[in-house]
């Protein structure tokens, strides 16, 4: 049995709750990172739903990336979409690969991606702005 094959990126057996209410929008953008070697990478991709805390893309193009891989996602600029999260409408937000799609079986690689958008919900920022103790 070949372990490398088998052990890579497997997906979670257990579904990972959602943290955010999802909107079922398509909207083009692009994911940047760095594999192993340190080169950049980067993947035209088109969202299928997103949140203010996480989304998923499907890629345009075979990509493959790794799960929990730190990646870079910025919506392209000549999109117009008042629906998307203001985190998404502001540049580039880092986010981590949580969940590999499927395969596609023509090219062996994953139809999309989920990814956890690495900033702090407004929601919880909000509830959190009490002011801080301060020793004398």
Known sequence: MNL???TRHTVPAVPQPRRGDRKKLRVPGRL??????????????MTRDV???DAFVECQVPASIP?????HFQIERTCDSHDLPPVLQQGK???GVYRVGRYKPPTGTPKG???????????????NREPLAVAN
Do not use: M
Not at 67 to 71: D, E, G, I, M, N
């Open 113 to 127: 991606y989920a990814r956890r958008l690495l900033v702090e919900p407004q929601r919880a920022a909000a509830a």
């Open 51 to 53: 949140s203010d805390v």
């Open 32 to 45: 940047t990172w760095r594999d192993a070697s340190g080169t950049l990478r980067f993947v035209s991709v």
């Open 67 to 71: 799960l929990y891989r730190l990646v």
């Open 4 to 6: 490398s094959a088998a």
């Open 93 to 95: 937000v880092l986010a």
